[in-house]
């Protein structure tokens, strides 16, 4: 079997309301699907981190430049396929862009490699750990509007109304700003509830210390991103600082980024993601070691269905750590905000809302070869921008 095309499609519509996070606000929903097509007529579909621009320029790196290094290449050789990629962009990149190119046509290999050998992807990874995955539901994206606190409290019951056992809320607009916020959410949600919190690194460590013992007193169950991806000091001096989880890793990327983030303790609970930060041959070597180093795992998502449904195979197939009769079980990190592209991008939706409601806030694993959907092409069609 030989790769014979490599193709990406960047879909887009505008948003009724625009929405944000600590770094900026947007107006556009933005996904980028990559596909790889073999001789054989077996297609793999993966998706590449990034919205807006981003996802532009992650076309070109895809299609333009590691599009032509991997023509005629067999598609179950993705370790030889991604040492090749990583060697000739080595000296253009090591983090970033290049890395979330690669991660999307990665996934497609495992797709692909899933559907040849007739069995769903976790049971690639070595098999299920469990039946069913918890889901959490994030929301609360910051918003320009002058009620944003009574938006807040009525976007986070109507979270936890849906059957959602955890939820998590954007911060990041100053510490007294957001102490308000989280009050009013956990007053909306109650106290059984789990609530995470995400600053998308706003903050210096001196500013997120205070914060975060402010954020234990509500019961918070993680502090996401405090402080810049770069800054390891300051996520260690965070972590001493504080009894709460300090989580983060979602702007990491490859096994050498993580090393240093995770043999310098500088998470409780790492986020790694997919779509960005390889793919998933090079997840397992980050999955190998965070386990090395009893770093428990929360894979970050965000993105489209595709991202979702991979999702759910990596946590299917994520080993329980440190293990025992009762392990504490990953999460599912799921979107509530609007999305068409997690909602209707495939011909059969996964329908995670409905089915957290009806499942008891978790929901079952995929079925089929693969990552186990079709996607909606008229859909596609529709919404395709480049
Ligand atoms: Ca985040």
Redesign the pocket.
């Known amino acids: 079997m030989k790769i014979s095309e490599v193709n990406s499609y960047v879909l887009q519509y505008a948003l009724d309301e625009e929405l944000g ?1 600590s770094q900026q606000y947007y107006a556009k929903r933005t996904a980028h699907i990559v596909e790889v097509v073999t001789d054989e007529g077996i297609k793999g579909y993966g998706e590449a981190f990034g919205g807006g621009g981003v996802a532009f320029g992650n076309k070109a790196i895809v299609e333009k430049t590691i599009g032509p290094m991997i023509l005629g290449m067999d598609p179950l050789d993705c370790e030889v396929i991604w040492h090749k990629v990583y060697n000739l962009l080595r000296d253009h990149g090591q983090k970033g862009m290049p890395l979330q190119a690669l991660s999307g046509i990665d996934m497609a290999l495992w797709d692909i490699a899933g559907k040849f050998y007739g069995q769903p992807v976790y049971k690639l990874l070595g098999g299920a750990f469990r039946e069913r995955i918890e889901v959490y539901g994030y929301g609360m994206m910051l918003q320009r509007v002058p009620n944003l606190k009574e938006r807040f409290a009525r976007e986070s019951a109507a979270i936890a109304a849906k059957g959602f056992t955890a939820t998590k809320m954007k911060i990041g607009l100053g510490p007294k700003e957001d102490l308000a916020l989280v009050e009013t959410v956990r007053r909306a949600i109650g106290d059984d509830i789990k609530l995470m919190v ?1 600053a ?1 690194h706003a903050y210096t460590a001196r500013e997120a210390i205070p914060l975060g013992r402010e954020l234990e007193k509500l019961g918070v169950y993680w502090f ?2 405090p402080v810049a991806p770069e800054d390891r000091q300051g996520y260690r001096d965070v972590c001493l600082a504080l009894d709460m989880n300090v989580a983060g890793g ?1 702007a990491e990327f490859t096994r050498w980024g993580f090393r240093d983030l995770i043999e310098g303790r500088c998470v409780d609970v790492l ?1 790694p993601e997919v779509c960005g930060l390889g793919g998933i041959t090079e997840y397992r070597k980050v999955l190998a070691l965070a386990h090395t180093h009893f770093v428990p795992v929360v894979n ?1 998502v ?1 993105g489209s269905a595709v991202a979702v449904a991979a999702n759910l195979h990596l946590l299917a197939a994520l080993p329980d750590l440190p293990g025992g009769a009762h392990p504490v079980q990953p999460l599912l990190e799921y979107d509530t905000t609007p999305n068409r592209f997690r909602e209707e991008l495939l011909a059969e939706p996964l329908d995670v809302l409905g089915r957290v409601g009806r499942e008891g806030g978790t929901i079952g694993l995929p079925n089929g070869p693969g990552f186990g959907f079709e996607i909606d092409w008229d859909f596609v069609r529709h919404f395709r921008a480049a």
């Open positions: 996070y995400d998308n996401e991103e979602e986020q970050h965000w």
